[in-house]
């Protein structure tokens, strides 16, 4: 089975730029989170969304950021303009409800992205 | 502070010994506690999955434990292999707060031959 699929894996960029990051979730999945890491602060929720719907984007970091899911198997996370600070691991996870909250988030390997 | 700390931070162990790893959380009232393995350059991967009514839970070599009480949680790795060299992460969900998941810092596990 296909897992959760992210590109690029990789993406240096200078600073002021736009940045797009794309994720496929898992087929079935019906919740997709977005995250980011970094060696301070380990691993950060960004948003959620649950049937393409943002549920909380309470960890967007501020206005520059902006994630979008226009069809169930298709996220977008964009950062417009891109600053050095924004250098990171950004990883999505898909996850399904099922009949319990005791369902694992499946992982991408990443984006790392790095700004100059 | 954050409200999921892990001890130790990193440690060294030799091929085929054993190692205990600790996560104290402070979140309450939490739905369930799960440990992922990161290996370099890949996503998490979910071990196990405890709700609070758990006190152990096994996946093959590596065996994670719950005190709802003492809010603490462990993962023991027996007879370790090379391949266990990761990034060990305690997560916990809280109740109330949908999916949201809060991390731990981690423990980066490097097994010497």
């Not at chain 1, 924004?86 to 399904?96: G, R, T």
């Not at chain 2, 010994?17 to 979140?27: A, R």
């Not at chain 2, 990034?87 to 010497?112: E, M, P, Q």
Request: one cysteine or more; hydrophobic letters at 30%; charged letters at 20%.
């Amino acid at each position: 089975d296909a897992g959760v699929i992210q590109s690029p894996r990789h993406e240096v960029t200078e600073m002021g730029q736009e940045v797009t990051l794309r994720c496929k979730p898992i087929s079935g999945h019906d919740y997709l989170f977005w995250y980011r890491q970094t060696m301070m602060r380990g691993l950060e929720l960004l948003i959620y969304f649950n049937n393409n719907v943002p549920i909380d984007d309470s960890g967007m970091p501020e206005d520059r950021f902006s994630a979008k899911m226009p069809n169930a198997s298709f996220s977008t996370l964009k950062i417009q303009p891109s600053e050095p600070r924004d250098s990171a691991v950004y990883f999505c996870a898909s996850s399904i409800s099922g009949s319990t909250v005791n369902q694992p988030q499946h992982f991408g390997d990443g984006t790392r992205l790095s700004i100059l | 502070k954050n409200q999921v700390e892990q001890s130790p931070q990193s440690l060294i162990i030799l091929e085929g010994k054993n190692c205990t790893l600790q996560c104290n959380y402070t979140v309450s009232p939490f739905s369930n506690l799960r440990w992922y393995k990161q290996d370099t350059g890949r996503g998490p991967v979910s071990l196990t999955i405890m709700t609070f009514s758990e006190n152990t839970k096994s996946n093959g070599r590596y065996t994670a434990t719950l005190d709802a009480d003492t809010k603490q949680s462990s993962l023991h790795i027996t007879a370790s292999q090379l391949s266990d060299s990761a990034s060990y992460i305690c997560v916990v969900r809280i109740k109330a707060a949908g999916n949201k998941l809060t991390f731990g810092g981690g423990t980066r596990v490097l097994v010497k031959p």
